[in-house]
């Protein structure tokens, strides 16, 4: 591990929406002023909704301006003030339709500047396959055969351009295509069609399109003669909702890097999380996702330019423990998620017995990684990532108990083999029992690491099965998103589980014991787990006992 590219503090790092307490940004700032949460945190780890943002909270990015909704330059320098720093996100693979890159490449078509910024399916794909009659190259099997698609079919936005022209870009996640139905007048102004007919017409369009029926299939018995001019009509003004992926191999990208990554060291970071960077090299033949070598090809020319704004790298990636994917990305010079702590203690804790923990904690110091790890975060508890480290009837055995916990069970295209999480809170994961969030928290923050934490964590958050309600279809992960109202944050700063976390993070945060170069020592006995920390002649021990949930600090 390369230690110049850590410029970040070691000190625990908040995360949280930048409304996730009290509604604004602003409120967040106000509540660690309090003196319950006075020098608890180092850090701030602020999830992307704090840009100008559409969809997915956050993660489709029109641009990395502030969102003027949620947060404003002076929140930031207020947390500057206060000596935190920041975790951001910048999303390497994709950018929202909504940004002004492909709003310029749907007005100006071929002759936009940004024509060539996303990637053209056709171009990408020419020589490798045969043309379909819907306009699109359907790749031979041998150059997609083993790549990895987000979602049924392939990965296309069928894009209209100003010359009518339907044109496909690579669209990994999410898209919508939007139909704005024509009134009365519009479809006067489009056709020789008279004013009744035009309001029954107009009728039947909007009742269409309100139930997802798209503009070809819109049933016009008894007004065939205005099909045509209709549909052409609805495809020429319609709108989209999504995230298009980025071209890596245009200059432009790679300006609109740079502008990104100087922009968030602006702000106040000092660790940037690549979300999504294992999506953006692209080859034909090749995997879409961790394509090697380009994949370390890429992030290492963005580490370059990151570098020169002080900016520590956070690579986001989920692998099973046997792939040892954690292990290259440390090795090649990067902070890494320690996505397997937060299992593996539920594990430790349920079965009274630390020895996988400490097996794992022994090997973060022995390999040297550097981490960052959590407990709860914004996504679901990742438990497939234990693969390797549990067997699998251990693994089944902790998602059927949080899931019997008032869990959600997250799977990929329904295949439970390939990629789940379990949605749920961390507290609700531990049976909403208050010794073992503190157990728990205790542990974490002794663990190697940049300790990471989830603010319905801290407050001792329950599942919030009405939310997942009221999100609808694929609204899983709404039951850990609690937005908390500032009374809420009074209330809770009055139970004793709470101030006891702070107290923890307090001590994490300011002994002089807890550093990058520590030297760390993890021991076990029976059901008793112990690290010591030690920096030169400042050291400290935690003793944790499983089989109770008890622990000692000195």
């Not at 542990?443 to 964590?457: A, C, E, N, R, S």
């Not at 550093?515 to 935690?542: A, M, P, Q, Y």
Request: net charge negative; hydrophobic share 35%.
């Amino acid at each position: 591990m390369n230690d110049n590219q850590i410029t970040c503090d070691i000190g625990p790092m908040l995360n949280a929406y930048p409304d996730s307490m009290g509604g604004k940004l602003k409120d967040t700032v106000s509540i660690l002023k309090k003196n319950e949460l006075k020098d608890v945190f180092k850090s701030f780890y602020i999830l992307p909704s704090i840009y100008n943002t559409d969809l997915d909270r956050g993660f489709s990015v029109i641009d990395y301006e502030l969102n003027r909704e949620l947060a404003d330059p002076r929140d930031l320098e207020a947390l500057g003030e206060m000596g935190i720093d920041l975790k951001l996100d910048f999303i390497l693979n994709h950018a929202s339709v909504l940004s002004p890159q492909f709003r310029d490449l749907v007005k100006n078509g071929e002759k936009s500047e940004y024509a060539d910024f996303f990637i053209n399916w056709n171009k990408f794909w020419e020589g490798c396959g045969e043309m379909t009659d819907e306009g699109y190259i359907k790749p031979e099997d041998k150059y997609i055969k083993d790549m990895f698609f987000r979602k049924p079919g392939l990965p296309i936005l069928m894009v209209r351009m100003p010359d009518g022209k339907d044109v496909p870009y690579w669209n990994t996640f999410y898209q919508e295509i939007r139909y704005k139905a024509p009134d009365t007048i519009d479809l006067m102004d489009i056709s020789d069609i008279q004013y009744t007919e035009a309001e029954r017409l107009s009728y039947i369009i909007t009742d269409a399109l309100s139930h997802g029926i798209k503009p070809r299939d819109i049933d016009f018995t008894g007004y065939e003669k205005y099909r045509d001019a209709v549909v052409e009509y609805l495809e020429a003004h319609r709108q989209y909702l999504g995230q298009m992926d980025l071209n890596i191999r245009s200059e432009l990208v790679w300006e609109y890097y740079r502008n990104t990554l100087k922009q968030l060291n602006k702000y106040g970071a000092k660790i940037v999380r690549l979300d999504a960077f294992a999506y953006a090299p692209k080859t034909p033949g090749k995997k879409n996702f961790l394509n090697e070598p380009d994949t370390w090809n890429v992030l290492e020319r963005v580490k370059d330019i990151a570098s020169g704004y002080g900016l520590s790298l956070l690579p986001e990636i989920h692998a099973a423990y046997s792939e040892k994917i954690y292990e290259t990305v440390s090795d090649k010079g990067y902070i890494t998620y320690d996505f397997f702590l937060p299992g593996l203690l539920i594990h430790a804790i349920e079965k009274h017995s630390p020895c996988a923990l400490a097996d794992w904690a022994n090997e973060i110091i022995d390999k040297d990684l550097h981490v960052v790890n959590m407990l709860g975060c914004h996504d679901g508890i990742p438990l497939l990532d234990l693969k390797g480290i549990l067997n699998e009837d251990e693994i089944k055995e902790l998602i059927d108990l949080i899931v019997s916990r008032g869990g959600y069970v997250k799977d990929l295209h329904g295949q439970k083999n390939m990629y789940y999480q379990v949605n749920a809170t961390y507290y609700s994961a531990l049976g909403e029992d208050d010794r073992k969030l503190l157990f728990a928290r205790a542990v974490q923050l002794f663990m190697p690491g940049k300790p990471q934490i989830w603010y319905l964590d801290l407050f001792a958050g329950r599942n919030d099965h009405d939310a997942v309600k009221r999100a609808g279809a694929g609204g899983h992960k709404e039951i850990n998103r609690t937005n908390l109202t500032m009374e809420q944050i009074d209330e809770a700063l009055k139970k004793d589980v709470v101030l006891k976390q702070a107290e923890l993070l307090r001590l994490r945060n300011t002994h002089p014991a807890f550093t990058w170069d520590s030297k760390i020592t993890v021991t076990t006995e029976e059901s008793i787990l112990s690290f010591t920390w030690k920096n030169g002649e400042h050291s400290i021990t935690l003793k944790a006992d499983f089989s109770d949930y008890t622990y000692t600090i000195f």
